[in-house]
C-alpha cells in the first residue's frame, strides 16, 4: 500500500484552501481602514438636496451657469440615498445642457485653474459617466413603457409614433456629456479618468 493511500480523508483535507492570504500581506487593504483615506462625509437628505437644486437653477434662471455649475460640483451627493442622488445627478445634467458649447472650454478652465478646481472636474467626469450609464438622467427619469394595442388596417398594425421618437431626447442628453467628456479630458487630462475609477466615493 502506498503512502498516499495510508492516509486518511482527514489528514488530506482542503482546509488550506480558506487561507485569507490578503491578511497576511502588509501591503493588502485589509490591513487599513479605508475609509481613512478621505474625511467622513455627511449623509445628505433628499430634503437637502431639493434644497441645493432649487439654489442652482436660481443661479442658472440669472444667467450665472458657471455659478450653478461650481455649485452642483462643489456640493456633490458621496454619502445619500439612491434618490438624492439621482435627483441631484438629474441637476447636474440640467445646468450642463442649457450651457453652450462655445462656453464650455472657457469654463471648465477657469474652474481647473481655480483653489481645489481639480477635484470639482473630477466630481464633474464621476456625474458625466454615471449620467452616460443610464442612471436616473440622460435625458430624464426612466419612463415606464406603455402598452400599445395593435390595430388593424388592412395587412400591417399601427402603433402611432415615428420609430425611435422616444429615445431622440436620450440621444441628445448622451451626446451633450460626450460633449463634456472630451472638454473635460481636454482641460484635465486623461489623469482624470483614472482618478475616477479609483476612487472609492460614488455619486
Known sequence: ???????????????????NIDALD???????????????LPEISEAEVRQ???QVRQLLRG??????LRGCLESAVYNGSDAAKDAHLQTVIEVLQS???????????????????GELLDALMKYLYKGMSGGAAAGGARTPTRSLTPQATGG??????RPGAANESTGAAMSVLLSWHEKVIDVAGLGCIT??????RRV
Open 52 to 54: 441645493l437644486n432649487g
Open 99 to 117: 450651457i453652450k458649447a462655445s462656453e464650455m472650454t472657457p469654463m471648465l478652465q477657469r474652474i481647473h485653474q481655480s483653489q481645489g478646481g
Open 26 to 40: 502588509p501591503d493588502s487593504s485589509q490591513n487599513f481602514d479605508i475609509s481613512t483615506l478621505h474625511p467622513p
Open 1 to 19: 500500500m502506498s503512502i498516499i493511500q495510508q492516509h486518511t480523508s482527514a489528514t488530506l483535507s482542503d482546509a488550506w484552501r480558506t487561507i
Open 63 to 68: 444667467g450665472d451657469a458657471e455659478g450653478a
Open 156 to 161: 400591417f398594425s399601427q402603433i402611432g409614433g
Open 195 to 200: 482618478r475616477c475609477m479609483t476612487d472609492s
